[in-house]
């Protein structure tokens, strides 16, 4: 039976992927809640299999006992208060990535799997597999140096670490400040939507469902063959302006918006 470290198990992702997980392995999970952010108890299933631990993983992670598997799925991940907020933004989430890297090199796992996003390569057009990291927000650029030290560390320390990149993940109990939630809830109560331009385009994204992305950590860590770094694409290329036209056929409300340039 494998033991299981997960961080952020509380939040959307780390939620969703530890019910993803529970009912397909017979793994045994410690999920590390520090309950500073937007986590809620509500999220992290109740199950005899899941031991949850509180702590700030600002700090260094106390003695827990080896781990066959890491899932590092803890961070500070909304582009608008990375921009407000920058300095704490960027500090949580380099001080947390230190805090598992250092667990990790005192008690080496089989595999630490540090969960990224495919924003560290920065505005459409830059390739992901030429794997230039230009983040364009404090958000990205937070990952990346995340990225980095995990780098660091495999190569410094021989941390066996797997980076993932993915689009952007959607589905149950996300944030009301992500873009799809936030759309829901403007449609819902008949409230104007802001949908932002840039140079006249339409912002567009990947939108990747966050069963699609447990499904992949999962099938990593079953079949992992030493590749250090995986991409998690999602579905179809939508633009905002289509993903809030579809919110509002699906919900068989009028869609009110509004095209905002921003420079």
Same mark, same amino acid.
Request: glycine letters at 6%; charged letters at 20%.
């Given at each position: 039976?494998?033991?299981?470290?997960?961080?952020?198990?509380?939040?959307?992702?780390?939620?969703? *992927?530890?019910?993803?997980?529970?009912?397909?392995?017979?793994?045994?999970?410690?999920? $590390?809640?520090?309950? !500073?952010?937007? &986590?809620?108890?509500?999220?992290?299933?109740?199950?005899?299999?899941?031991?949850?631990?509180?702590?700030?993983?600002?700090?260094?992670?106390? =003695?827990?006992?080896?781990?066959?598997?890491?899932?590092?799925?803890?961070?500070?991940?909304?582009?608008? !208060?990375?921009?407000? %907020?920058?300095?704490?933004?960027?500090?949580?989430?380099?001080?947390?990535?230190?805090?598992?890297?250092?667990?990790?090199?005192?008690?080496?796992?089989?595999?630490?799997?540090?969960?990224?996003?495919? =924003?560290?390569?920065?505005?459409?057009?830059?390739?992901?597999?030429?794997?230039?990291?230009?983040?364009?927000?404090?958000?990205?650029?937070?990952?990346?140096?995340?990225?980095?030290?995990?780098?660091?560390?495999?190569?410094?320390?021989?941390?066996?670490?797997?980076?993932?990149?993915?689009?952007?993940?959607?589905?149950?109990? %996300?944030?009301?400040?992500?873009?799809?939630?936030?759309?829901?809830?403007? $449609?819902? %109560?008949?409230?104007?939507?802001?949908?932002?331009?840039?140079? &006249?385009?339409?912002?567009?994204?990947?939108?990747?469902? *966050?069963?699609?992305?447990?499904?992949?950590?999962?099938? $990593?860590?079953?079949?992992?063959?030493?590749? =250090?770094?995986?991409?998690?694409?999602?579905?179809?290329?939508?633009?905002?302006?289509?993903?809030?036209?579809?919110?509002?056929?699906?919900?068989?409300? %009028?869609?009110?918006?509004?095209?905002?340039?921003?420079?």
């Amino acid at each position: 039976m494998k033991r299981v470290l997960i961080t952020g198990a509380s939040g959307f992702i780390g939620s969703n *992927v530890l019910k993803y997980m529970l009912p397909r392995t017979d793994w045994e999970f410690t999920a $590390i809640c520090s309950w !500073r952010h937007k &986590g809620s108890p509500l999220n992290v299933p109740r199950d005899k299999r899941v031991d949850v631990v509180t702590h700030d993983l600002r700090g260094p992670i106390p =003695e827990l006992g080896h781990f066959d598997y890491i899932l590092n799925l803890a961070s500070e991940s909304h582009v608008d !208060r990375s921009i407000q %907020q920058p300095v704490t933004f960027v500090e949580n989430n380099i001080r947390l990535m230190l805090s598992v890297l250092e667990y990790a090199r005192r008690s080496p796992p089989d595999v630490l799997l540090q969960f990224s996003t495919d =924003e560290v390569f920065g505005m459409p057009g830059i390739s992901a597999s030429e794997g230039v990291c230009v983040p364009s927000n404090p958000y990205a650029a937070s990952k990346a140096c995340q990225e980095m030290l995990a780098m660091a560390y495999r190569s410094t320390y021989d941390v066996p670490v797997v980076i993932t990149n993915s689009n952007n993940v959607v589905g149950p109990n %996300q944030d009301p400040e992500k873009f799809v939630p936030k759309l829901i809830g403007l $449609i819902e %109560q008949n409230r104007p939507v802001q949908i932002h331009t840039f140079g &006249g385009e339409l912002g567009k994204r990947f939108y990747n469902p *966050v069963d699609n992305v447990a499904d992949a950590l999962l099938f $990593i860590l079953n079949g992992f063959d030493g590749h =250090e770094q995986c991409s998690i694409p999602g579905g179809v290329e939508m633009d905002n302006l289509e993903m809030a036209i579809l919110i509002s056929e699906i919900l068989e409300m %009028q869609l009110h918006y509004e095209l905002v340039e921003v420079s």
